[in-house]
C-alpha cells in the first residue's frame, strides 16, 4: 500500500484519535454540544497539527534529544497562540464559542503525541500528511458528534433551529459523555467488522491460490 | 571541565537550541500580535454590528454614575435614534462573578419608552450563561418603568447570571433616567415602589421619623428619608437595616403595621437572603406577620425554588416562637436558603417586639 495512503487511513480510520485513541477528551466533551464549536475546534487542531508536525519534522535532526520535549512544547505553544490572534481578529464569533479550550490545545495529547510518536521520526512531507489526516480524524469525529448532541440536545443543526422537540440532557456534559461513548463503541464495531471481512477474504484468496498451486 | 569542553557538550548544545527556539518564537509572536491585535475600536464596532446588525454613528457620552449592583463600563448616544447605548457590568451573579452587557436604552421625547435590546459581552465566573436564552433577553423589551427581577421573569436554570444581567439593565436605565434625562428617583419614591410590593394596591401611608423623632409621612416627593433604624442591628442570625410604618384602612378601620428589613445568614454557601417583612402588633403583646418578601440575596443559585412564603402570612411571633425549617416553613430544593430566609424574618420580627412605639402598642385593627 502507498505509504502515503497508509498514513491517511490510520489518521482518519485505524488510528482515529478520538475514536480509536480516545486522546484528546478534554475538548470533545467540552465542545460537542454545538456543531459549530465542534467543527471550529477541529480545524484549528488541523491546522495546529500540521504545521507543529512539519516545524518538529523540519528541525528532528537540530533538537538534541534531552530537550526535546520543551522544544515540542514552546513550538506547538506558539502556534496555539498564533491560532488564537488569528481567530480573534478574523473570526470572532468562533474565538468566543471556544473560550478556554482553545488555549488548551498546547496540552492536547494528540498534537504532542503525534510530534513524539511520528513527526521527529519522519519526513516533513510525511509528517504534514500525517498531521493533516489526523486532524482532519479529529475534526470529522467532533463535527459528527456535535451534529448528534445538537441535533437531539438543542433541535438545532450549527446554530439553525430546525424542530421543537429536544433531549436536554444531550446538550450537557453527561449527554455528551453518552454519546461519546456510544459513537467509540460504533466506530469500533464498523471498523472491527470491515478488518474481519478483509482478513476472511485474504484467507479465502491465499487459500484457493495454494489449491491451485496444489493441482 | 574546561570551557572548550563546555561549548562542545550537550549541555552547551541544548541550551543553544532551547534559547534558538524561545528566540524565534518569541519574534513570531512580537510580530504577529502587531499585526493581529484587536484594537478597541474594533471591539467597539464589532458590539454595534452584534447588537444593531449594521453600523451606527455614536458619540461617547460621560459616565460618572454609581449604581449599586453595576457599574456602568461606557455609555454611548447613538446619533442615529437618539437611543442611549450603555456598556454594564452587573454583580451579583453565581459565584459572585458578574455579567457584562451592552443595553439599548430607547428615548422619546425626554423619557425611557422602553429597552430595545440586551447583548451579552462577556462573564467572570459564570457556569451557566448559555442557559441565557433568547427569550429571557427579548424580556426586557416589555418595560413598564419598574426595575427587573430575575426571580419574575422567564425560569432558565441561571438564576444568579439573570440576576447580575437584570442588575445592569436596570443601573443603565438609572443611569440614563437620573444623568441624561434629568428624572432623579427619589429616596421616597424607591420606598414606596418597594412597599408597593408588599401592598399592591393598596392605598397606604408610609411614616417614617423627623429629626425631632416624630412621624414623618413619607411621600414620592420625600429626598430624604429616615425610618425607625438609623443604623443596621444585629439580631440573632439577622441584620436589620430598615423599619418604617405603614397605615391603610380595611373595613373602615385603620390599620398599623411596620414593614422592616432584614438580612438573614446561614444561606447556601454562607450567602444571605434579605426580606421585607411586614406585621402588625395584637392586643395580647404578640405580633402578627401580614406578609415577607424576598428583595435580594447573595449567591443563593435556588432561590428561585422558594414557594413558602405565603405561609407566614397570618402567622403569630411572640417570645420564645421561631420560625424554622422542621416546622414547615421550608422550600424543597432551597433548605438552605429557606434557613436565611426564616433567619431573616425571626430577626426582623424579634426587633419589632421590643421595640414598638408605646402609643402604638396593643393595636388591634386588624383584628
Redesign the interface.
Known amino acids: 500500500m502507498n505509504k502515503y495512503k497508509k498514513i491517511t487511513l490510520d489518521g482518519l480510520i485505524y488510528q482515529n484519535p478520538t475514536f480509536m485513541l480516545v486522546l484528546g477528551t478534554c475538548p470533545t466533551l467540552g465542545l460537542i454540544s454545538s456543531a459549530f464549536s465542534a467543527m471550529g475546534m477541529g480545524l484549528t487542531v488541523v491546522v495546529v497539527l500540521t504545521l507543529s508536525n512539519i516545524i518538529i519534522s523540519a528541525l528532528r535532526k537540530v533538537i538534541p534529544n534531552e530537550v526535546r520535549i520543551p522544544c515540542y512544547i514552546v513550538v506547538i505553544a506558539t502556534l496555539v497562540t498564533f491560532a488564537r490572534m488569528f481567530l480573534e481578529k478574523f473570526v470572532p464569533d468562533l474565538y468566543d464559542s471556544l473560550g478556554g479550550f482553545l488555549a488548551l490545545i498546547v496540552v492536547n495529547c494528540i498534537i504532542l503525541g503525534r510530534a513524539e510518536a511520528f513527526a521527529n521520526k519522519h519526513t516533513v512531507v510525511e509528517s504534514a500528511v500525517d498531521g493533516i489526516a489526523n486532524g482532519l480524524g479529529f475534526t470529522i469525529a467532533l463535527t459528527l458528534m456535535g451534529i448528534i448532541c445538537e441535533f437531539f440536545g438543542k433541535g438545532s443543526l450549527f446554530g439553525l433551529q430546525i424542530m421543537e422537540f429536544k433531549i436536554g440532557m444531550l446538550a450537557k456534559p453527561a449527554g455528551t459523555f453518552l454519546v461519546y461513548g456510544i459513537c467509540i463503541a460504533l466506530f469500533v464495531y464498523i471498523v472491527d467488522g470491515f478488518e474481519r471481512s478483509r482478513r476472511v477474504k485474504a484467507n479465502k484468496l491465499a487459500r484457493e491460490n495454494m489449491l491451485k498451486e496444489a493441482a | 571541565m574546561t570551557a572548550k569542553q563546555f561549548f562542545k557538550s550537550?549541555t552547551f548544545?541544548?541550551l543553544i537550541?532551547?534559547l534558538c527556539?524561545?528566540l524565534i518564537?518569541g519574534i513570531?509572536?512580537t510580530v504577529?500580535?502587531s499585526l493581529?491585535?484587536?484594537t478597541d475600536e474594533e471591539k467597539f464596532n464589532?458590539a454595534i454590528n452584534k447588537i444593531y446588525g449594521k453600523s451606527v454613528t455614536t458619540e461617547a457620552i460621560a459616565i460618572d454614575y454609581t449604581a449599586q449592583k453595576a457599574t456602568i463600563d461606557e455609555a454611548y448616544r447613538v446619533k442615529d435614534d437618539g437611543n442611549y447605548l450603555i456598556k454594564a457590568t452587573g454583580t451579583g451573579g453565581f459565584d459572585s462573578g458578574t455579567v457584562t452587557c451592552w443595553v439599548v436604552v430607547a428615548v422619546k421625547n425626554g423619557a425611557i419608552t422602553g429597552i430595545d435590546k440586551v447583548v451579552i459581552d462577556s462573564n467572570k465566573a459564570q457556569s451557566y450563561i448559555g442557559n441565557i436564552n433568547n427569550k429571557f433577553l427579548s424580556e426586557f423589551s416589555s418595560y413598564d418603568g419598574e426595575p427587573f427581577d430575575a426571580l419574575s421573569m422567564t425560569k432558565t436554570g441561571a438564576t444568579m447570571s439573570a440576576r447580575a444581567i437584570c442588575n445592569a439593565v436596570n443601573a443603565s436605565i438609572d443611569y440614563v433616567n437620573e444623568k441624561w434625562l434629568g428624572n432623579v428617583t427619589t429616596a421616597g419614591t424607591k420606598l414606596v415602589n418597594a412597599l408597593a410590593k408588599l401592598y399592591g394596591e393598596t392605598q397606604i401611608s408610609i411614616y417614617g421619623v423627623d429629626e425631632n423623632g416624630a412621624d414623618m409621612l413619607i411621600t414620592e416627593e420625600t429626598e430624604t428619608v429616615t425610618g425607625f433604624i438609623t443604623a443596621p442591628v444585629t439580631q440573632g442570625n439577622a441584620t436589620v437595616s430598615e423599619m418604617y410604618k405603614v397605615v391603610f384602612t380595611e373595613n373602615d378601620t385603620e390599620v398599623v403595621q411596620y414593614v422592616l428589613t432584614s438580612t438573614g445568614t446561614g444561606g447556601f454557601e454562607k450567602g444571605t437572603v434579605t426580606c421585607m417583612t411586614a406585621a402588625s402588633a395584637q392586643a395580647d403583646g404578640t405580633l402578627k406577620i401580614f406578609k415577607v418578601i424576598i428583595t435580594d440575596n447573595e449567591g443563593q443559585s435556588y432561590i428561585g425554588k422558594i414557594n413558602h412564603l405565603d405561609k407566614y402570612t397570618g402567622a403569630i411571633f411572640s417570645d420564645g416562637i421561631e420560625f424554622t425549617t422542621t416546622d414547615g416553613y421550608v422550600s424543597t430544593g432551597a433548605t438552605m436558603s429557606s434557613t436565611a430566609i426564616n433567619n431573616a424574618v425571626n430577626g426582623a420580627l424579634s426587633y419589632l417586639l421590643g421595640n414598638i412605639p408605646t402609643n402604638d402598642n396593643q393595636e388591634g385593627g386588624d383584628e
Do not use: D, E, G, P
Open positions: 550537550t548544545k541544548c537550541t532551547l527556539v524561545l518564537s513570531f509572536l504577529m500580535n493581529l491585535k484587536v464589532r
